[in-house]
Each structure stands twice: as structure tokens, then as C-alpha cells.
């Protein structure tokens, strides 16, 4: 017997199983960053001391490192838009194009972090510097989890979208709420550390 | 659902091929059946071995400085005695399972498997005794504060949550509410992929340098950032644990809305799946705070960063050089922000087995159905917003001391909504007094006392008397031992028949139900005695220092004397439980005379993948027995469809 | 739930470009803002204004939270509520050291 509704959505409730499924996946990730910013809130507030972000980090490039994420976002969501209007070729094209925003995004934070270490700033120097790296660490770590699903569809799509054209675009549709939901992270990570 | 015409087509499918090779069907399976064996016994091994080291506990409690009996010799055998059973019992074992055996070679094997096992794992506690933690056998007290940690934490995260939720749950969720499998197989296996490793990291830790995490199951920092690194492990192996049950709960909850059978709506639903699917929404929304708190006290230990470490921390006469600024209150924040939920994790799946059973053997619908699982989803809310009342004692201030007393007391309403309407449940029933009853039975006066002594801890100034002293043990181990406990053994003795297509025996049931019953309030209820004379819990000699505890402490003696009478109670069900998968009385599909769709739809054991042979359609409630206009004894969920 | 016509999509895609621009925009108002370095206060409202802006575009088009199933409202409203839960009441353990109210 089949599982019902990995592809068609259920009437009373209008999805399919995977996406109500992201949803609760997401709303967990909520209150995992919903922790972690409520210890950066009370360290903070605690703190006799606690420097602004733009005096100690890099605000250009991250400002830059928001822009590769909101485009990855965009490409993200053409690419599942591409795929509903049956346009395979355009869909690979822009879930390629996300794939390399999350790539140049890791890549902006890595020489970020290398300039960091190399003024000997670790996770260990005060508390700040402890709360950047745990947060843009995680977050980072959240990125490259999509990279690699991305990767993976991007390896396996075309078979998948010739036997089962609606599940991919569901795949692909669940990968997007998943991605966006970490470019809405960055959102707030964003001016809470950098520029406040 | 499917289109009913494509059944029959889809049953010879599988027929076709029926023989999945043997680590696809036992080890890796996506089956929900299977999984939830394989939570199963882990979970019921875990039980075990988080038994044995309180019974360690209680011998060093009862008769502090003397060598542990018995277990001393094993501690320093050969390790190559050691592999030879593994690799006896893995040969014996793959053999049995291969299910090719017969007569007196299989009645050999068995016996090889059953010595090998009792021989194995009577070893790993001798293990434990190890020059560096009992020397000469006598319990050091490094030793006991990691037998303190271990035991909660193995009880809670390892063995109930895991039996509750990971083999209850999953065998019978899916099957009560008439579906096929979970709605996410793939995620079903790698759940159980997540809580086996989380589990062995977790018993590997007592075998690294400095032993197993010892700062207690709640691993308050400073102490804990500053412990062995067994608590690093500890860490890791948390991390698996809520990585499991993030899993878990998705899938839990998308398989409710998701993959009801036609026709049942929420309020046909079994109270089991009302207490599951609240169950999960708790593990969902509370267990990624800890996640976070592990990950960051993770950074504390590896990283050095100072989260939990506040400025000028003195450690033996030194300074610690860490940068300091962290706040210790912050980790009790995120801990009890998950860790009370989880009392009630560990309390309404209970209550769903214990609704079930009553409603069966009362041979009456469940009173206030409707009203129990709105008291379930308000309980679930409230869990949320009354963890605080943990941490009175921490100087975090009156103001929200106020607030947390008060939705303490407002909690307690629905759990008393819960107890007094399973209570009026029995009145006028026909009752049948077989063994999941009566462990179901139990539960009810148990949970009663452990809920009602919970009273003066939620009220901050009562609690500054009873905080952190035995009355806090005897009060929590009444909710879950005797409590959830019971319930899980009324489970086991009532859905075993499913799982097996055999019951269980009902004399060596009853051999098990009441020295079970004597001796665990021989345990807890001198605890209330000693906590009210002020004994504080995780004193490694018991109180026998202090002037105040020595009016109380000859219980310590009786209470660990309950103790070992509880091991020897369990003997009874340990053999029943082997002995009737093959030898039990074989029983159709519905010995129970059940109304739920796990009985009444499914063959015992149900189809190996997708349950039933027909796709049952639901038309009614879910306790339908005695109807009164009605010539029959009870009315199944669904009318079979005509094939 | 998303549109399925050919038109339609279309006239998501579009939308989708717009979100972008204003996304691009208020980024560049945030950093601008931060060189202002206003007194704290008034910069984390700021902030967090703009970022609260820019976040509802993502989940409201991107996610096409905007037109969803109830189901999923109420599992998110669910959540709000504990996060909300999860970051007020851990910095209200030092009200007492603020006492207001004395």
C-alpha cells in the first residue's frame, strides 16, 4: 500500500505531506534561533561592556555576503516558478545559480573569518566575539546543509523530473522553504550583529 | 487514500517480493512496525541498565564504604571473554533470526543467546567497577555523582521518551489511525539511526578518562563546563538524542493531519494519538532551545568561549582564565525551557496507553472524552511557560517567581481533569482484571500521589524547604516510575499480542504486577519521610553526615531493600516477555475485544508493509462498547468493506 | 497556495523581481543607517524594523506565506507565541535588579 499524499495535497488540509512537514521542520529551527538570540539578548544587556558590531566587524562585506543571499533567494524561487511552467532547462540554470550564491556567500565568510583569526580573534577572546562566531557558525552550517541538498537535486533532478515531474517540483518547492528560511535568518542575524 | 479497486493488486505486489534481504528488514527497515520494535528493545535494554546504576546507588546509599556483592570478580575479568560472547551471541543470533532453525539445534541456540546476553550485559554494569571509580568494589563518590547523572539521564532521553514515543508511538500511532506507514519512512529509519549511536555515545562515556558526565542529568555550568569530558560526550550524545526526536516529531505529527483513514475526523481519534500528536508539538518547539544550550556549552568546553561562565570564577584557589561575562542562569533558562515539557513528554503518551486500556477492559466509552483531550492540548500549551518553577532557588527574583507559581497552579487543573476523568471511567463498568489493567489501575493512585506532592514544590515558599531534597526524588519518581512506568508495562502487556500474535501470561503478569507495586512504594515513599527531615538528594553517603538526617536514615536500608525486591520482580516479566514470542497463547486479531482500529482492522501482527488488508473507513468514535440500542458487545471504528 | 495558470506564475515571477529591488533597497537603508551611529535605543527599533520589513517580504512572497493553509498559520502563530516566550522571559529573571517598581 502507498503512502498517501506525497504528491497530491489532502483536502482538508491543502498540502502535501513534505511541506507540512518543512513547516514543522522550520518552526523548530525558530526556537533553535530563537535560543540563540535570546543568549545574545541577555549576555548583552548583562555584559558591563559590549562593543557595537560595526567597530569590530567587516559591515562592507557582509553587506555584500546580504546581497549574494537575497539574490540566491530569488534564483531559488525562479527555479521552482521555471519548473511549474514545465521549463526544465531554466530551472537547472537558476538552481545552478543558487547553488554558487551559497558557494560565494561561504567563501565571503570564510576569508571574513580568516581575517579574524589571523588578528587573533577567536570564539574565545570575550564574549562578542564568542556569540558572532556561534551564531554566523550555525548559520553557516545551515547554508551549507542546503548546498548539499541542492547539489544532490541538481545531480539526480533529471531523472526524477521525467518519472515523477510533480514530486520534483514539490522537492524543489520544500528545498526553496528551507533556503528562504535561511536567508530570513541572515535578515535579522545580519543588522543584530554587524550593525548594532 | 488509494482507490480501493487497486488493493488486491497492490497486496500481490508485495507478495511478490515478500523476502527483503535480512539488514532491509531488520536493520535498516523503513517499516514503522519494525522501527518501533527496534525503539523497543533498545529503549527496554536502556531501562535495564539505567535500573542497575540505581541499584549501585542504592547499595552505596544503604551501606556506604562496603565493596558492591557479586559483581566485584566480573570487573576484572579478561576482555577476551568478553568479545568471545559477542561474537557467540551475533553468530547465534543471525542464525535465529534467519528463522531456518529447528528442534533442538534452535532450542540451543536460544539458550546460547539467552546466556550469552544475561552474561554480556551483567558484565558491562560489573564494568563499571573499574579500579578508577570502585576500588576494591567500595563506590567512589567521582563514581556516584556519574551514577547520579547517567541514571536520570538514561532513564528520561534513552529509555521512557524512547518506549513512549519511539516504539509506542510509532508501532501503534499509524495503525490506530488507518494508515499505511509513517509519512516519512526514510525519516522514521534515520530517527532510530540518530537515537542508537546518541544511546552508545552515551554508554561509551563511562569508559573514557574521568568516567561518564557527572554533573548532573540537568548539567548545570559552571560545574559541568569545568567537569571530564565525559560531559562532552554527554553533550554529543544529546545533541543526537534531540536530533532523533526533531525527526520523530515532524513525522508524528504530518502522519496525524496527514494520513488519517476516511471518515476520522480529531474527535474519532484514539486518545493515544490526541496525547502523541500533543506530545510531539512538545518535542518540537521545546527540545531545539536545549539543542542550542548543548551546542553552546559545547562551544565552552572545545571552543573556550565563556556563554556559561561568569567573570572571576575561582576553581581550587585559582582564577580560571576565560573571558568571563556568561551567565550561568542562562543554561537553566534553556534546559528547563525543554526539560519541563518533557515531563509531560513522559506523562500523556502514559496517559494515552493507560485511556486505552481502561476504556477496553471497562467495556464503557472513556468519561469526558471530549474534555480529556481539550485538558491534553491546554496542558501541552501551559508546558511551555512553567519551567521556571525549577529554578526558585536561584536568586532569578520575586516578580517572575509570581508569575511562574501562578501558571504552576493553573497547570495542574488539566492533569487533574485528565486523572479524575479516567477515575470516573471505571464507575459502572464491567472490569476486567487482567494484567494491563491492573498495571493501567495502578497508574491512577500513583500518578495521584506524584502530581499532588509536585503542589509545594510549584509554590516558591515551600519549595525553599523541599528544594534539591529527597521529597523532590520521591515526588518525581511517583510521576514517572510508578507512573509512566506502570503505564509502559500496561502497554507492553496489552499491545504484545499485536506485535506478536501472542499474549502474554496473565499468572506470570500477576507474579510481576504486585511485588512490582509493594516494592517500588517501599522505594519512594520513605523519600517524602526524608525529604521532609530536610535530606538533600546527590549526597554520596546518604545524609550521614548531617545531624538533622540522622533521625531518617535507617530507611535508606528498607528503601534500597525495596529496591533489590523490585529487581527480583522483574525476573517474572523478563522471562514472560522472551517465553511468549514463541511459546505465549496464540490469539486472533482482536483478543481484546477492541473497538480501535490497531485491533479491530489489522491482523496480529499487521501486513508488512501497509498494515491492513483492507483500507479501513472509519464511521465512528473510538470507544464504542456496550452500545445500548445494539445486540453486540462493541462496535469497531470501521465497517470492513466488501472486498 | 500559489497560482497554477501560465498567467499566473508569470505574474509571480514579476513579483518576485519586485521583492528583490525592494529587499536590495532596504539593505542599502540599514547600512545607511548604521553609519549614523544613532544612540542605541533608536538604532535597534531601526533595525529591527527594517529587518522585520525585510523578513515578512521573504516569508510573505518568497515562502508564498501570504496565501497559505491555515494548518500552516496556525502551526507558525503556535510557534511565535514560544519564541516571543523563549525571549522575554529569560531577560525578565532581572527584574528584580531593575525594580522599576522598587
Known sequence: MEIPYTIDDRPD????????????????????????????VLLRTGADYWPHGYEKLNVPLATINTFVLIASSVTMVMSWASLRLKDFRKHRLYLWLTFLCGLGFMVIKGIEYGTKFSHHLYPSTDNFYATYYTLTGLHGLHVVGGMVVILYL??????MWQSQPERFTN??????????????????LFPILYLL | MSVPEKQPAAVAEHHGHHEEPFWKKYIFSQDHKVIGL??????????????????LMRWQLAFPGK????????????????????LILAIAAVYLLRGRATGAVRGLAVAVVTLASVFLFVTLVARLLSDANAPGGIILPEFYNQLGAMHGTIMVFLAVVPLLVGAFGNYVLPLQIGAPDMAFPKLNMASYWCYLPGGLVMLMSFFVPGGAANSGWTSYPPLSNIATQGQTWWLFGMVLLITSSLLGSVNFITTVFQLRAKGLSFMRLPFFCWAQLVTSFLLLLAFPPLEAAGILQLADRLLGTSFFMPSGLVVSGQVLDVAGGGSPLLWQHLFWFLAHPEVYVLILPAMGIVAEVI????????????????????????????WAHHMFLTGMGTSISAFFQTTTMIISVPSVVILTALLISLWGGSIRFNTPMLFAL??????????LTGLPLGLAPSDIHLHDTYYVIGHFHYVVAPGTIFAIFAGIYYWFPKFTGRKMSEALGK????????????????????????????????????????????????????????LLAQIPFIFNFFWSMRRGEKVGANPWQATTLEWAAAPSPPVAHGNFPQVPVVVRGPYEYSPPDEDVEFLPQHTPQQA | MAGHTVEEIKKETRGYILVFVALAALTVVTVGVSYLHLSIGPAIVLALFIATIKGSLVACFFMHLISERKLIYSVLILTVVFFIVLMVVPLSSFLDHLAPWG
Open chain 2, 38 to 55: 527496534q525503539y523497543g528493545i533498545t529503549a527496554l535494554f536502556f531501562l535495564m541498565f539505567g535500573f542497575c546504576l540505581m541499584l
Open chain 1, 154 to 159: 541538481l545531480l539526480t533532478g533529471s531523472r
Open chain 2, 511 to 566: 507474579l510481576h504486577f504486585w511485588p512490582s507495586l509493594i516494592a517500588i512504594n517501599c522505594v519512594f515513599m520513605p523519600m517524602f519521610i526524608q525529604g521532609l527531615a530536610g535530606v538533600s538528594r546527590r549526597l554520596y553517603d546518604g545524609g550521614q553526615q548531617y545531624a538533622h538526617a540522622q533521625e531518617v536514615l535507617h530507611w535508606n536500608a528498607f528503601m534500597s531493600a525495596g529496591a533489590y525486591m523490585l
Open chain 1, 13 to 40: 488540509t491543502g498540502l502535501y505531506n513534505a511541506k507540512l512537514g518543512i513547516w514543522l521542520f522550520l518552526a523548530s529551527e525558530v526556537m533553535l534561533f530563537g535560543a540563540l538570540f535570546s543568549t545574545l
Open chain 1, 171 to 188: 522537492r524543489i518547492e520544500v528545498v526553496g522553504l528551507y533556503w528562504h528560511f535561511v536567508d530570513l535568518v541572515w535578515i535579522f
Open chain 2, 442 to 451: 495502578a497508574f491512577l493512585p500513583m500518578f495521584g500521589i506524584g502530581g
Open chain 2, 67 to 86: 565493596p558492591v556483592p557479586l559483581l566485584g570478580g566480573l570487573a576484572s575479568m579478561s576482555r577476551l571473554f568478553i568479545y568471545g560472547a559477542l
Open chain 2, 359 to 386: 476504556a477496553n477492559n471497562t467495556r464503557k466509552p472513556l468519561w469526558g472524552y471530549k474534555a480529556m483531550v481539550y485538558a491534553t492540548i491546554f496542558l501541552g500549551f501551559m508546558s511551555f511557560i512553567v
